[in-house]
Every structure is written in C-alpha cells, then in structure tokens.
C-alpha cells in the first residue's frame, strides 16, 4: 500500500519541528483535509487522538496513538477506523548549522480496496500538500529561515516515494 519516506533539511531547530508536529490538536488549523481533531489523552510520552479527515462528500474518523520523545522523535501508530494499518514516523536531528534534519516516513492502506486505488492515485500530490502545510506553518510560527527553507526545496533535500500494490 502507499508508502513514502522523505528527508528534509530545515532552518529551524529540532525542538521547534517537535513541538509544531506533536501539537495534533491544532492540525485542523493548518493541515489539508483534517476537518476536525479530538485530543483524548496527553501527556509528555503519549498522546491519543481522533481526527476527522474529508474530501469532497467523504469523511472519515481515525484514531491514533502518538508516542512522543522530546525532541527526537514522533511515532504515530493506527488504533481504529477505516485504515488496515497506518505507521507515520518522524525524526528530528540537529543539523550543525542552527538547523534540523527531518526524517519523515508513513506507511498505511485502507480496509476498503476502492479507497486504497483513490488513494494510490491521489497519494504523492496529497502527500506533498501535507510536508508543505508543515512547512508552511513553520514559516508562520517561527519566521526566520525562508531563504534557507527555499534552499531546502531546491533540492538540499532528498526524497523517495515508494507505492506497493
């Protein structure tokens, strides 16, 4: 099923990607599709999450459980919904230059076979919607760094999408 692992190389530290990517109730503000966001539980290791995603005239609710180490790392692991399975992984490391190196990779396929054909099709440009609202709401929390960012984008990173039938 889809699959995708991407590095990036980011002018923010790694504390400040944790802390934009381990703040899942704000995605509804920020992130494509997510149309709303129930944080069940949170503590400083763990959190558990509903989101509600939607395209056109689908919605759909899924649960997850977020392991969290500050400021290292960000695993995302499926507890239920309409996915078989779904492992979103993210690592953060200081780049030696004020910067981070972002380690980003999801793994996931639907129950229904219809929705995994959808999303086959549609998976590399949602997903690039996806890193760029992450980039995006970067930019707008902690400013700085846009012309070290659009060095980024012209390829100081590297990336590779793998889709598996």
């Known amino acids: 099923m889809p699959r995708h692992h991407e590095t990036r190389h980011l002018p923010y530290t790694p504390e400040q990607?944790?802390?934009?990517?381990a703040d899942v109730g704000a995605y509804d503000e920020f992130l494509p599709w997510v149309m709303a966001v129930r944080v069940r539980s949170n503590s400083e290791t763990e959190m558990v999450a509903d989101l509600i995603v939607g395209f056109k005239a689908l919605r759909e609710q899924f649960t997850s459980r977020i392991v969290?180490?500050?400021p290292?790392?960000?695993c995302v692991?499926?507890?239920d919904g309409p996915l078989k399975y779904l492992h979103n992984e993210w690592k953060f490391s200081d780049d030696g230059q004020g910067g981070c190196e972002v380690d980003f990779c999801v793994d996931f396929a639907f129950k229904s076979g219809l929705f995994n054909q959808?999303?086959?099709?549609?998976?590399?440009s949602a997903l690039r919607k996806m890193i760029g609202a992450f980039e995006t709401r970067a930019d707008a929390l902690y400013g700085e760094g846009l012309a070290a960012h659009s060095a980024?984008?012209?390829g100081d990173s590297s990336s590779s999408a793998n889709k598996v039938a």
Not at 17 to 21: F, K, S
Not at 118 to 124: E, H, I, Q
């Open 152 to 154: 980024s984008l012209d």
């Open 68 to 70: 969290k180490q500050r």
């Open 118 to 124: 959808l999303a086959g099709a549609m998976f590399d």
């Open 77 to 79: 692991d499926y507890l």
């Open 72 to 74: 290292s790392s960000i």
């Open 17 to 21: 990607m944790y802390a934009l990517v």
